[in-house]
C-alpha cells in the first residue's frame, strides 16, 4: 500500500459521532517485583509498587474512539458499586458521554485484575456478573440505543459474551444503522453464532474465534480464505477481517478481492487490546468514508502499534502517522534471509551490490550512491556493523550501525540495506549473487577482498569515479 496514500487518508480525518455498544469492563494493573517464592506454596510473591486502573473491553474501545479525536457513547451496562462508579469516573475524565450507560444494584461491575512484572503478566483474576443472552437489562439497553442512532456515524458492536449483545439489541442495530446508510462493525463473542450479525457492514474475529465458528483449522492460506469465505456466507458482512496474531491479518470482501496484511512491529510487549485498537480505528476510517482497504491497512498499523506497548494502551493519530512515515525506512533495511526470500520472488531484477562502513555520510557518500542508479537494477548496500569496525579500526564508527542504515536506506534509489558482521562481505557476495558489484574507482588497482566471491557468482565489477569526501 503507497505510504503517501496512507497519510492522505489521515489528514482528510474529520471528527466523527461513534456509538459503541458492549461489555464495559474496569483494567486493574498490579505492577511489581518478585524477589522470592511464597513460603506457603510454590508461587512467586509479587511486592507491589503500584496499582493502576483503565477501561477495558468495549469502554477500552470508545477510550480509543476518543483519541482519535471523535466523540463517542458507549452503551453497556455496570453495577451501582464502587467499581461501577470508578468506571464513569473515569468516562467523565475522558470527556466520554455516559449517557449510553445502565446501571444497577443486582449487577456486579466486570473487572479483570492484572499482576504484572518484568514486562510479562503473572496473574489475572477476573470479577464479573454472567448474564443470559435475552436477560431484562435488553430492553433498557435498546431504548438506548434508539435514541441516539440519529446522531451517530457508525456504530461499533463490541462483544465479549458478557450478556449485553442481545440478539434483538444486534438485529434492531443493524437494521437500524442500514436504514441510515452508516457502517456497522462488530468484535464478535466467543462461541456466538455468527449468523446473529446478519447484514453487517465488517466483522472482526481472531484465529481461534475463525476456526470455532466454521470448524475450519486456519493452517495455511487456503484454508484461511476458505473460513472467510464461510464467515462472511453466514453473517452476510461487506467484508471480513480475520486476525492472525503473528502473522498479520486477512483483509476478505470476496473471492477474487482479499490481502494478506503483515503485522510490522518493531517488539511485541503484550498483545492485550490489539483487537480493540483494530476495530476502533476502522471505525473512526469507515465514518469518514475511507475505502474498506485503506481502512484496513492503517487500522492493522495502530493494532501492531498497541503490541508495542505493555498493557491496554490508546493509540492516537500522531502515533500512527509517525510509524507509516517511517515505515518505508523500516522495511528497507532486512536481514538477509527475508533479503534472499525476496530475491527468490522478484524474478528477473537484477541485482547491484556494494558495501562499506558508510560512517561519517557526506556528500561524497550520496554522489557515489547517486552515481549507481545509472546502474540497471536493485540497488542493495552492505554496511559492516559496529563490531566489525571497533574489530577492525579499533574505534567505533561516529554513527552506530542503525543511524547509518537509516540514512541509508532514505535515499531514494537505495532498495535494501542491510547490516553484516563479517570482516568483509565475501559471505553476502556468495548468498546473494549480486549481478553487479560496485566499488570505488580508487580500489581499481588495489586487491579486493571480496574477489574471489565475485569471481564464484559470475558477477560484474563496476567502478564508480572517486569523489573527496
Not at 464478535?188 to 483449522?217: C, H, M, W
Not at 506497548?309 to 525506512?329: A, M
Request: proline share 4%; net charge negative; hydrophobic share 40%.
Amino acid at each position: 500500500m503507497n505510504k503517501s496514500d496512507l497519510i492522505s487518508v489521515l489528514n482528510r480525518i474529520k471528527r466523527k459521532n461513534i456509538l459503541v455498544i458492549g461489555d464495559i469492563m474496569l483494567d486493574q494493573y498490579i505492577w511489581g517485583d518478585v524477589e522470592r517464592i511464597s513460603p506457603e506454596g510454590p508461587i512467586p510473591v509479587l511486592l507491589v509498587e503500584k496499582e493502576e486502573f483503565r477501561l477495558g473491553g468495549a469502554a477500552n474501545v470508545a477510550v480509543n474512539i476518543k483519541y482519535l479525536d471523535c466523540n463517542v457513547i458507549p452503551v453497556g451496562l455496570v453495577g451501582k458499586d464502587h467499581t461501577g462508579d470508578h468506571v464513569l469516573e473515569i468516562f467523565n475524565q475522558l470527556d466520554i458521554s455516559t449517557k449510553g450507560i445502565v446501571a444497577s444494584e443486582s449487577l456486579t461491575t466486570i473487572v479483570k485484575q492484572r499482576a504484572i512484572t518484568d514486562q510479562q503478566q503473572l496473574l489475572r483474576i477476573d470479577y464479573e456478573s454472567r448474564l443470559p443472552a435475552n436477560n431484562g437489562y435488553q430492553k433498557q439497553l435498546w431504548n438506548k440505543i434508539e435514541s441516539l442512532v440519529p446522531e451517530i456515524d457508525c456504530v461499533v458492536i463490541s462483544d465479549y459474551a458478557k450478556g449485553v449483545v442481545g440478539h434483538d439489541i444486534v438485529k434492531k442495530t443493524i437494521s437500524a444503522a442500514r436504514k441510515k446508510n452508516i457502517p456497522v462493525i462488530c468484535d464478535p463473542g466467543k462461541g456466538v453464532d455468527f449468523s446473529l450479525y446478519k447484514g453487517i457492514t465488517a466483522i472482526k474475529p481472531n484465529r481461534f474465534e475463525s476456526e470455532q465458528a466454521t470448524g475450519i483449522s486456519l493452517d495455511d492460506e487456503k484454508s484461511i480464505l476458505n473460513a472467510a469465505k464461510k464467515l462472511q456466507e453466514s453473517c452476510q458482512a461487506g467484508f471480513v477481517i480475520i486476525s492472525l496474531d503473528k502473522d498479520g491479518i486477512l483483509y476478505y470482501q470476496n473471492q477474487n478481492d482479499y490481502r494478506f496484511i503483515e503485522s510490522k512491529v518493531p517488539e511485541v510487549y503484550d498483545v492485550t487490546g490489539a483487537g480493540d485498537s483494530l476495530i476502533s480505528t476502522l471505525a473512526v476510517l469507515l465514518a469518514n468514508s475511507v475505502s474498506p482497504v485503506l481502512s484496513t491497512y492503517i487500522a492493522n498499523i495502530a493494532a501492531g502499534l498497541e503490541t508495542s506497548h505493555l498493557g491496554v494502551v490508546p493509540v492516537p493519530w500522531s502515533e500512527i502517522l509517525k510509524q507509516i512515515s517511517e515505515d518505508g525506512l523500516h522495511r528497507k533495511i532486512i536481514k538477509l534471509e527475508q533479503l534472499l526470500w525476496e530475491q527468490k520472488n522478484n524474478g528477473e531484477s537484477p541485482l547491484v551490490f556494494t558495501n562499506g562502513y558508510f560512517d561519517n555520510i557526506s556528500a561524497g557518500h550520496l554522489r557515489f550512491l547517486l552515481e549507481i542508479s545509472n546502474l540497471p537494477g536493485r540497488l542493495v548496500v552492505a554496511i559492516n556493523s559496529d563490531s566489525c569496525i571497533n574489530r577492525q579500526k579499533g574505534s567505533f564508527p561516529l554513527l552506530k550501525e542503525q543511524d547509518r542504515a537509516r540514512l541509508l536506506a532514505s535515499i531514494e534509489n537505495v532498495h535494501h540495506v542491510i547490516i553484516f558482521d563479517d570482516d568483509d562481505a565475501s559471505s553476502l557476495i556468495r548468498s546473494l549473487k549480486p549481478d553487479t558489484v560496485v566499488k570505488g574507482e580508487n580500489f581499481k588497482n588495489e586487491k579486493i577482498p571480496e574477489m574471489d566471491a565475485i569471481d564464484e557468482v559470475g558477477a560484474k565489477i563496476e567502478y564508480i569515479p572517486y569523489f573527496s569526501w
